[in-house]
Structure formats: C-alpha cells, structure tokens
C-alpha cells in the first residue's frame, strides 16, 4: 500500500526520537509536502465561491475541526514521509496516503468549517435535512452499507456516523471538482435533497460574513508532550473479539482448491504468506464497502494467518487467484457481520 516508504520507520525505532515527546519533533506545515496541497485546496474553495471563510490549518493527532471554529487539524504524520511510513506500519492505514485522499479529506473538513461559521445546524431545514447536531456521537458505528439515505465520499460509509459527519459529506460531494452529483445521485431522493439543500445554502452564503471565525487550536503538534512511542502504544487491544472457530472454514477454503493438476514435486504455497501479503489491500478495501475499522480488519488478518500457520495450510502456486477471491470473500462476511451485529460470528 505504501511500499515507497516502507524502510523508514526504522530510522525512528533506532534512534531516541521514538522517545521523544512529538512537540519536540519540529513539525511543521511550511516546507512540507503539504504546502502546495493546501494552496491546491485553497483554490478549490475559491473556485466554489466560498470567499468569506479562511479556515487555518495545524498539526494535530488527527484529522477534525474543533466544534464552533474555523480551525481545520491536519495527522501530524502527513508532514514527514518517514512518519507516513511509520503510521502504516503501526496502523496499517493512512487517512491521507497520497495528494487525491488528502484533499479528499480537506473538503470534508472544510464542511465542518463551514456549518460551524454559519452556525447552520441551528437551522431548521439543517435539522430537518440531517438531524440534531446533539445527537451522541459515538466512534463506533454501524452503517447500513449502499443506504440510498446518504452520500459516499469518505471510506467506512461515514456520513451514517452522525448529522454533523452527514452535512460534511454532502458538503464534500457538493465541492468535489469535476463530479456531477446531480447525476451521481439523482436516483437517490433522500441523498439528492441533502446535496440541493446544500448548494443552494451555499449559494445564499457567498456574499455573507461568517457569525464564527474563531481558530483556536486543539491539541497541536507544539504542545503533544507524549512520545511516538506512547503515541502508538495507545491503541486498544481488541483480541478478544476475534472469533474462535474458524480453523474449519480456512481447512475448507484450502482443501477445496485442492492439488489436482499439481506435480508431485511441486510444493504447496503457505497460506499464512498470502494472508499477510494481502493485509493491505483488504484493510483499505473492506473498510471503504463495510464500514469495518482498518485496525479491526488488521488484527482478523494476523489472527487467521496465525491459525492458517499452525494448521499447515497451503494453495497449488495455479489456484493463487482462487485462494484470494476466497479468503476475501470469507473476511467481507466477517466484517459485515461485525458491522451489523456487533461480533463476527452469530
């Protein structure tokens, strides 16, 4: 996924900036990779006719807009390469991996920015349109995948998280340079209204001063005292939601590509090798269709490689292509169960 990067992390694991506290690291947007996409975005925004907002840009912890502000917070990993690389290979998924997502996931935030400058969740139509802004906002969700109800900008199905996540998404679509979404989504009434609702918010807004234009940082990156070490070691242990009792189901996907056809002296291919190989691509995949966390799909990943390992499990070098399709299948069911559900395994 991000193999050009892939021998950095191990200049921080050798040194003592893995220790050091990240306000410490020098991190900054000037002179970075950042700088010209930022300028990028910024001529989105004019081009979009929103003239009135400026929002200002920092490094954070992730990406967000503190609520009644125009502040946009940029994962302070993206100003460094080496630091990208490390996120991916202690997350194993970057929300901005290259020049399209980062942008991608600006115009989302600028969505925040704008319905915090305008204070436009007050508003009854927004109400109406997306719901109340004081819903709780809980960090796991259960989107209902392909929902006609929504817009699809953000992997994970996002604009189901909340009515403040729904307007940034529409917002998004609405800003997306070169998308026509009144024929994206015409066939979709409820989705449809959300976008009309927006651009002709937005059109009644381009000569209005903002009511909020306040930029006050939250948590950025010249005052995070922890470390990358402490940074990285904060992440939840979920094993105990892996599901017990798959062994059959990997026997079955193995066994059933069988040897027929293979010579003799032709060794079988390890199936924990494939499995591992294919981490990447199916954390970013099966998160973008089911709304299964990258982290989640991750750690599944690791613990069926461990039981494809101690099983001996393997494939003919021919039937590689029927392996993925099967163990890519087998993962999607097990994501959609958990996203539905709440647990792999009924």
């Avoid at 907002?53 to 992730?62: A, N």
């Avoid at 402490?230 to 996907?253: K, V």
Wanted: glycine fraction near 6%.
């Amino acid at each position: 996924m991000h193999s050009e990067a892939a021998p950095a992390p191990s200049r921080f694991h050798e040194s003592n900036l893995w220790s050091t506290p990240i306000r410490d690291l020098g991190l900054t947007l000037e002179g970075t990779r950042l700088e010209p996409i930022l300028a990028e975005f910024m001529e989105e925004v004019r081009q979009a006719g929103i003239t009135r907002v400026r929002p200002r840009f920092y490094l954070s912890t992730e990406w967000g807009v503190p609520f009644e502000t125009i502040a946009i917070a940029i994962p302070f990993y993206l100003a460094s390469p080496d630091l990208t690389a490390l996120h991916a290979e202690r997350v194993g998924h970057v929300e901005g991996f290259d020049r399209a997502d980062i942008l991608r996931y600006l115009r989302h935030e600028m969505g925040h920015v704008v319905n915090y400058a305008y204070k436009l969740y007050d508003q009854e139509e927004w109400v109406k349109q997306f719901g109340s802004i004081t819903q709780p906002y809980f960090e796991d969700y259960r989107p209902e995948p392909f929902s006609r109800r929504y817009v699809r900008h953000l992997p994970g199905w996002y604009a189901q998280k909340h009515p403040d996540e729904d307007w940034a998404e529409t917002f998004a679509v609405w800003m997306t340079p070169g998308l026509d979404w009144r024929a994206e989504y015409g066939g979709w009434p409820i989705a449809y209204a959300k976008l009309v609702y927006c651009s002709r918010t937005m059109a009644a807004l381009r000569e209005c001063d903002p009511v909020v234009t306040n930029s006050e940082l939250d948590e950025d990156v010249g005052e995070i005292e922890y470390s990358l070490d402490q940074y990285y070691g904060r992440s939840a242990d979920a094993s105990d939601e892996l599901p017990p009792g798959l062994d059959g189901a990997l026997r079955a996907i193995f066994e059933d590509l069988g040897s027929e056809g293979r010579p003799a002296d032709e060794p079988l291919r390890p199936a924990d090798a494939l499995i591992r190989r294919l981490e990447p691509e199916l954390m970013a995949n099966i998160f973008r269709w089911t709304g299964h966390f990258p982290e989640r799909t991750r750690m599944l990943l690791r613990y069926l490689a461990d039981r494809a390992g101690r099983l001996e499990q393997g494939y003919p070098p021919n039937r590689e292509d029927s392996a993925i399709m099967a163990l890519t299948t087998l993962v999607t069911g097990l994501a959609m169960n958990y996203v539905q559900r709440g647990s792999y395994l009924p």
